[in-house]
């Protein structure tokens, strides 16, 4: 049996390198083998019986309803060129000096991670934009591609970051499997909320390296990091203003509310979108009466339901409650009026219908996998696979630490060939369960795991934030040094795994202060 289940991992892997789509590889190669199992009397037929069950979960999970929603908010960003906005005058700002423009564009990745944690959008946008002005005014072109590349991939440990909202589902099944392994059988859980919390310090503290990095360059080698603009070309500050405000606001809104418990992430989501959506209609249609004033409108609900019970459902309303409840009705009317507007605005600019479309086609794909990610997990443990790989680790010479250093260099060697959904789904719930075991803490082990993933999209040859810049890069830039930019900023990302081996509490404090989980 544990000769089949290498075989079916192994055929696995080898079937995504030839670049079979990943939904189909998972299923077909778990079916296979399923029979084949069968046939040689390996495999319980009852494995699979399981199996309309698993995906009726994934189809009923609230957490995973925030996938289409998040990546709706980047995909309506990208297109109502708010983040364009956003960096142009970021670049104007930081311009004026060495290696401005260089952290500029780390610091605009840093607000539109936290934004909608939406990697390709990112790194697209300023590819376009920021890309022909480094290399133009004298960039070093490695330093630009890295740059650039990195940033982009903030996204995936910022939160709010789909890579969380994935993992969280992921760890909280392995946590509750450990467990009940050892003999805990009211197992608590782990949510995405609190792995959004124990993401946030550590995704700043590598936004801070990658700026130092910026700086290093423009102190050591100032003519690879020159300034871009004149004294004369700065931007004003209504300008900074008017463009990091509607950002901010949208951040706060969404991961505020999620980090203060105000909201789930899927609730949180849902008001992003809301949000997105009248930011894109104010972008395409400066000052919208109708538009402004649903905003108004979704700040004043927010207010009336943190002082009053505008539930209708409940045996008795006061007359100041019913008043409330009124009034909220107005308010929602008016939202509705401003949501109606903006998606008219979309609409007549194309963008809507792009928007939908590309949500859509990537929403398809994520569940796809995760269908095909739960069959493999399924044949895997009919195989006694996970079983092989917890003898594996806990065997291993040098105790937990060697046996979390084991896992996180397979991740990282398997993120060279494959993206961060498949060994999201393929990977992280046969191993996690044997780490949880040992004892290590599922939020800091959830943030050690995304930041790994998040190499991934840098490390050759098939690093997605290497391919979206490929596409928009000018052919002065060769690829090899898009390659060569990008190491150092995945040694970054490793000394950051260093850190929080050294000191768990970066990521385990807010988590801490906020859910009182520790």
């Avoid at 903030?154 to 969280?168: E, H, K, N």
């Avoid at 398997?414 to 599922?442: K, R, Y």
Wanted: proline fraction near 5%.
């Amino acid at each position: 049996m544990e000769i089949m289940a290498l075989s079916m991992f192994a055929a696995s892997c080898l079937m995504l390198l030839t670049g079979y789509p990943v939904a189909f590889t998972l299923s077909g190669v778990s079916f296979l083998f399923g029979l084949l199992g069968l046939f040689t009397g390996h495999f319980d037929f009852a494995f699979l019986i399981a199996l309309p069950q698993r995906i009726f979960g994934v189809m009923t999970n609230e957490v995973l309803v925030a996938v289409p929603l998040f990546i709706f908010m980047g995909t309506m960003l990208e297109r109502s060129k708010i983040a364009e906005e956003l960096l142009e005058n970021m670049g104007r700002l930081f311009g004026t000096m060495r290696g401005g423009l260089g952290i500029s564009v780390v610091i605009v990745g840093a607000l539109l991670a936290a934004s909608t944690g939406i990697v390709g959008a990112t790194v697209v946008t300023m590819g376009l934009l920021s890309l022909p002005t480094m290399l133009k005014r004298g960039y070093n072109p490695e330093l630009a591609a890295g740059t650039i590349s990195a940033a982009g991939t903030l996204g995936q440990i910022i939160p709010p970051s789909i890579v969380l909202i994935l993992l969280g589902d992921v760890v909280a099944n392995a946590y509750q499997k450990a467990q009940v392994e050892m003999g805990i059988f009211a197992p608590e859980t782990v949510s995405v909320g609190e792995l959004f919390a124990g993401a946030l310090i550590p995704g700043l503290m590598l936004v801070g390296l990658y700026i130092l990095y910026q700086i290093f360059w423009a102190i050591f080698r100032p003519e690879s990091s020159p300034a871009v603009l004149d004294e004369n070309e700065t931007v004003s500050l209504g300008q900074i203003i008017k463009s990091l405000l509607p950002p901010i606001v949208l951040i706060f809104a969404v991961l505020g509310s999620i980090l203060v418990g105000v909201a789930t992430p899927t609730e949180a989501a849902a008001v992003g979108a809301i949000g997105t959506i009248l930011l894109a209609g104010e972008q395409i249609k400066k000052g919208s009466k109708r538009v402004r004033l649903a905003a108004l409108a979704i700040f004043a609900l927010f207010v009336m339901a943190q002082n009053f019970d505008l539930r209708t459902g409940v045996d008795v309303i006061t007359f100041t409650n019913m008043i409330a409840i009124g009034v909220s009705l107005i308010f929602c009317g008016v939202i509705i009026l401003g949501l109606g507007t903006s998606l008219q605005h979309c609409w007549r600019q194309g963008i809507l219908n792009e928007v939908m479309q590309t949500t859509t086609r990537v929403t398809s794909m994520v569940f796809v996998i995760l269908i095909g990610a739960a069959l493999f997990s399924l044949v895997f443990r009919g195989l006694e696979g996970d079983e092989m790989v917890h003898e594996f680790l806990i065997n291993l010479p040098g105790g937990e630490m060697a046996v979390l250093a084991s896992v996180m260099l397979i991740m990282f060697l398997l993120g060279f060939f494959l993206d961060f959904i498949e060994i999201t789904f393929v990977v992280v719930p046969i191993v996690a369960p044997v780490l949880l075991v040992m004892g290590f803490d599922p939020v800091w082990l959830g943030v050690m795991m995304a930041i790994n993933l998040q190499t991934s999209f840098l490390t050759p040859p098939f690093g997605f934030a290497l391919f979206y810049l490929r596409g928009v890069a000018p052919d002065s830039l060769k690829t090899s040094q898009i390659y060569r930019g990008v190491i150092p900023f995945v040694i970054i990302q490793i000394l950051m795994l260093f850190i929080l081996v050294m000191f768990p509490e970066i990521s385990t404090w807010l988590p801490d202060k906020l859910f009182n989980k520790y």
